[in-house]
């Protein structure tokens, strides 16, 4: 399921750069950021489904 969801994201933000609604480095400041909390989010979701 979060295969699929991720791959869903990465699509939709592809599409987003090909329409130049914003640009992939946008995309990598983002992420260089903010990559600790998707991780974060990423085991809550575990800790979460595992109940």
């Known amino acids: 399921m979060i295969g699929s ?30 990559w600790p909390a998707v991780l974060i989010a990423i085991g809550a979701a575990g800790l979460i489904k595992r109940k």
């Open 5 to 34: 969801i991720g791959l869903i994201l990465i699509g939709a933000l592809l599409l987003a750069s090909n329409l130049e609604l914003f640009s992939l480095r946008d995309l990598g400041e983002i992420l260089g950021t903010w």
